[in-house]
């Protein structure tokens, strides 16, 4: 019994996010805390996530036409500076290499931030007709960005993981649709492998990619009241190609500046993915998500246990295909093994017992639901598969719900602070502005999340903006976020 009480959460979801959410990632083994802040260990039961959100993406990624290569961690400064706007919105988190030993470097190094001005100082090499267009890149690596007060582990790390696609176009209307391309396949991540709701939208002014002319991004609500940024996909127009000289002759023999862009998604998707579906038993993983979606748990009674044993030697077999764990350690008891697993947040447990084996069924008890029910031995197999189908759609269908009941309209400012103070989400008519956006946030701790791309009857004319009252320029989500 004790060490069922070591294993439960003590801090409910709904009342401290902060505390359930450390508590779920450290009792599912999901982490490891580090000596560096910020840098952490990714576990198996964490690594494997990503290995099924790499899987997922990266033949979303290459139906695009896009190949993976990769670039060096170390930037040249010189590299680095060579396009204003993007330094400038990441200076404060670059980490630098000064010495090599005890010898000072001549030019110090970052540690990547971002690879754009690495990949496009090659790219400047070789792209020099239309025949090289277009070119097309993405790579999975590690960033390093410093600067930050709170590390929150997947949400806000020092050291993160992620993939960074590049991409170089002729045209701008290729490079456009580029971006979309990245933003759907961002979305199906989310909605088709996580099952978590989002909107797609474009990044204001204020919150856009610093050097690119506009940014796509997804966007989710949590019950904290918190928005989280899934990915983003940037318009880079031609500023980097500028910055970097590449150029390329067209058909006529004529010197061109080829239009750009880059999109990226990182193990971010991990922390959405824990605060969406997880509960105050642990971690709930989304069965396509799941590298082991079931669990067999023999039900040992004193003398039967070869009865049991039989019968799970029969099964396990048809139930590799979902990476079925057998869990058959005589010294757990089967309470403390079953919460064991809602922790770590198994799709199915499968139950097998002397009478089920008796009674030609097993028992099925599914980690978002609050009952158990038996399964006919021959029907094991399908009915497993239809379950999953069944929890994902469940997960999805509950995060929306939640979403959509915590976003609200408002028409003015008043209404708006209250409602952000209410942890929701406000669908605003604003006057576009950086100016106010920067006063809305220091006033609520709210920021634009996104102007969303579909919305149903939300014409603008004579709308007038809810914080200044001038004609508003465009419908967006304000809210706070992690």
């Not at 029969?314 to 008891?333: A, H």
Request: glycine share 4%.
């Amino acid at each position: 019994m004790a060490k069922v009480q070591e294993l439960a959460i003590t801090a409910k979801k709904e009342e401290n996010m902060s505390e359930w959410y450390t508590q779920v990632i450290l009792k599912a083994d999901l982490i490891e805390y580090t000596d560096v802040s910020g840098c952490m260990i990714f576990k198996p039961n964490s690594y494997q996530i990503w290995e099924a959100i790499q899987e997922f993406l990266n033949i979303k990624i290459k139906e695009m036409g896009v190949r993976n290569a990769y670039f060096p961690l170390l930037i040249p400064e010189k590299l680095l500076v060579k396009e204003e706007d993007h330094i400038e919105g990441f200076a404060a988190e670059v980490a630098w290499v000064t010495h090599s030993g005890n010898t000072k470097l001549k030019e110090k190094l970052a540690i990547r931030p971002t690879s754009e001005t690495i990949m496009y100082d090659a790219y400047s090499k070789w792209i020099k007709s239309y025949r090289d267009l277009p070119l097309k890149m993405n790579q999975w690596c590690n960033i390093i960005r410093w600067e930050f007060k709170h590390s929150t582990p997947f949400l806000r790390n020092r050291e993160f993981l992620w993939q960074e696609g590049h991409t170089v176009h002729e045209t701008k209307e290729e490079a456009e649709q580029q971006v979309r391309d990245a933003l759907d396949a961002y979305a199906a991540t989310y909605e088709e492998l996580l099952a978590i709701p989002v909107n797609r939208g474009l990044k204001s002014v204020g919150e856009k990619f610093d050097g690119a002319d506009f940014t796509e991004t997804i966007e989710t609500f949590l019950v904290d009241g918190k928005a989280i940024q899934g990915a983003t996909s940037h318009m880079l127009g031609q500023n980097f190609a500028k910055a970097f000289n590449i150029e390329y002759l067209d058909k006529n023999q004529k010197k061109q500046m080829p239009y750009q862009t880059s999109w990226g998604l990182s193990t971010r998707t991990i922390g959405a993915m824990i605060m969406v579906h997880s509960d105050n038993k642990g971690l709930v993983l989304p069965p396509r998500a799941a590298t082991n979606k079931v669990v067999l748990l023999p039900m040992y009674f004193k003398g039967k246990e070869d009865l049991v044993n039989e019968q799970m030697s029969k099964l396990e077999p048809s139930l590799k295909k979902f990476g079925v764990i057998v869990d058959d350690y005589k010294k757990e008891n089967t309470g403390f093994k079953i919460s064991k697993w809602e922790m770590q947040g198994i799709p199915i447990q499968i139950e097998v017992g002397p009478r089920d084996v008796a009674n030609g069924v097993v028992t099925f008890n599914v980690r978002d639901l609050d009952e158990k029910f038996e399964v006919k031995l021959a029907e094991i197999e399908t009915r497993v598969q239809i379950e999953l189908d069944k929890m994902h759609q469940r997960l999805y269908d509950n995060a929306k719900a939640k979403m959509d009941a915590v976003t609200k309209q408002v028409d003015n400012f008043e209404e708006f602070k209250s409602e952000i103070e209410n942890k929701s989400r406000c669908l605003v008519a604003w006057a576009e502005s950086k100016e106010s956006e920067d006063e809305i946030k220091e006033q609520t701790g709210a920021k634009s999340s996104c102007k969303p791309f579909k919305l149903e009857n939300k014409s603008l004319e004579n709308i007038k903006c809810f914080y200044s009252g001038k004609p508003a320029t465009c419908w967006v989500y304000f809210c706070k976020s992690h």
